[in-house]
């Protein structure tokens, strides 16, 4: 507007080639005030939450169009997918169905012992989560920052906070949600802290992200901590923000090094941080904890019960270790693992207590 | 002549933004020129006085915005970046096209480099010199849009 209104003045005093408005050292000082004094505000102060939202509720449909070529283009594809294509992955599809219904199975009757021995042990209940799909349509311009969004948003209950996991492992978490679209900070993003266990021996740690490389570190471990290449790291689930035992990463290089204390361990992510269209949020809604807290014994409903086992496919991935783990959990942190370093809980995951001390 | 103008300034940076909301992945995402920028520079160049430092900083802030960064990175990074271009915009006449194309890659790198000392403050890693890949892409881009007949106002004197 104050632009439009200069070049109107200048237009009338000078020819169109000297025409400038105010020099250019002096916009120069203008705006660079103005941005640094907006990455003051939003960095600091939580004052442009509310308008950052409503701009992004105004950007949704453009993401929608730009989205949409490459969604006609996939779906193209699918219509002219070949009649053997096809056969071949339905015979696929019902396989899987069908060990993935054995599984389920298996998971229901675990998940009923568990509630009973958590009944015996006294301890607290196991939350049951609630899941939504959610399609990713946009990924961050930004190489420093991990970053993409999904189509579901505060209009589909997304909750900030919820765990994104596809079919082979934890992605990342909600960190920002829109009207009808939300952001996810994948597990690889270097403000992203993660808390693990070692699958193998129960080891509870915290994954940090990379950065860069789209690798995981354990940093903070002692020189001489059990972890050996190719060990898996499962969420533990003493942060109430992830459901525990989902594959997060496998250690790819440990090194130690005789000028420092602590082990440099690597991990690979074991999701499709970057090649999966369709992921699941998967939120631990946090007035169940309060509730739980409040009565000794219960046993799950069945309504939760149900929805626990919609939620079953990225579980499914560790099935025999799931139960054994929950078990681990439940028993105070001391008793699980000596060796293990009780590191403080994530910032990402601030508020959060561990739900299963007790 | 200039509501002509108006709009296809607008429409261009219209479509340099649609262009940044692609759903980008591997190579193509670390290729990735910075369409806002350039379509930035050539009004710049082209149209001084319809196009400059507050173009480039209204249009920075939905780039931040759609990057989900914090909000005035590119804002600030478009500014200093098209001051050095309005600085040298009427030299640009002189240049020969190789010129040109030398001072194109140093305004994008220069945007680049301000936006790595901003990550720098908040605690990111350098990304070794790929970070650098866009800057090379833009300007060839740039060069096709050339060759492809789009004057950037280097010709004006003569037309």
């Known amino acids: ?358 | 002549m200039r509501n002509n103008n108006f709009w296809s300034i607008y429409l261009s940076l219209f479509a340099a933004f649609i262009c940044i909301l692609f759903p980008w992945s591997g190579i193509a995402l670390a290729l990735r020129p910075d369409f806002m920028l350039l379509v930035i520079l050539f009004w710049l160049l082209r149209a001084p006085n319809q196009c400059s430092v507050g173009t480039a900083w209204f249009m920075g802030l939905w780039v931040d915005l759609a990057t989900g960064g914090i909000f005035g990175q590119y804002a600030l990074a478009y500014t200093i970046t098209t001051f050095f271009a309005v600085i040298y915009q009427r030299r640009l006449v002189l240049f020969s096209s190789t010129q040109q194309l030398v001072y194109v890659f140093s305004l994008l790198s220069l945007s680049q480099l301000i936006l790595l000392i901003l990550k720098a403050f908040a605690g990111h890693e350098f990304l070794g010199w790929t970070y650098f890949l866009p800057s090379v892409t833009g300007v060839l881009l740039w060069q096709i849009a050339v060759s492809f007949g789009l004057n950037t106002g280097r010709h004006s004197h003569g037309s």
Do not use: W
């Not at chain 1, 229901?108 to 959610?134: G, V």
């Not at chain 1, 070692?198 to 972890?227: C, K, S, W």
């Open chain 1, 1 to 358: 507007m104050m632009r439009g209104i200069h070049q109107n003045f200048d237009q009338q005093q000078a020819p169109a080639f000297f025409a400038r408005g105010p020099s250019p050292l002096a916009r120069l000082t203008f705006f660079t005030a103005m941005s640094l004094a907006l990455m003051a505000t939003d960095s600091r102060l939580q004052y442009l939450a509310d308008v950052r939202e409503n701009l992004m509720s105004l950007l949704h449909p453009l993401q929608v169009i730009a989205n949409a070529p490459s969604e006609l283009y996939q779906n193209t594809n699918e219509y002219f997918s070949t009649h053997h294509y096809l056969l071949a992955e339905n015979a696929r599809l019902k396989q899987q169905a069908l060990t993935q219904d054995i599984a389920l199975q298996r998971l229901n009757i675990l998940t009923l012992e568990n509630t009973n021995l958590r009944d015996l042990l006294d301890a607290k209940q196991s939350l049951a989560e609630t899941s939504i799909l959610a399609e990713i349509i946009h990924v961050g311009r930004d190489s420093f920052t991990k970053k993409i969004i999904v189509n579901r948003g505060k209009n589909h209950h997304v909750i900030t906070g919820a765990a994104a996991v596809d079919a082979k492992g934890v992605i990342g978490q909600v960190t920002r949600t829109y009207p009808s679209s939300s952001e996810i900070t994948l597990i690889t993003d270097k403000s992203l802290a993660i808390p693990v266990q070692i699958e193998r021996n129960g080891l509870r740690a915290i994954a940090f992200g990379h950065g860069r490389d789209n690798t995981l570190d354990l940093p903070y471990l002692p020189a001489n901590v059990d972890i050996k290449r190719g060990d898996k790291l499962v969420t533990s689930g003493i942060d109430g923000v992830y459901p525990a035992g989902l594959a997060v990463a496998t250690v790819v290089e440990m090194k130690t090094t005789q000028d420092s204390p602590f082990a440099h361990i690597v991990c690979l992510p074991t999701g499709g941080i970057e090649n999966d269209r369709q992921l699941l949020l998967v939120s631990i809604p946090e007035i169940k904890q309060e509730t739980v807290t409040e009565r000794p014994t219960s046993a799950l409903p069945t309504s939760q019960k149900s929805k626990r086992s919609a939620a079953a496919p990225a579980a499914v991935t560790a099935p025999p270790a799931s139960g054994a783990q929950a078990a681990r959990n439940a028993q105070p942190a001391v008793a699980a693992n000596p060796a293990s370093t009780p590191a403080p809980p994530p910032s990402a995951n601030a508020g959060s207590r561990p739900h299963a001390q007790q």
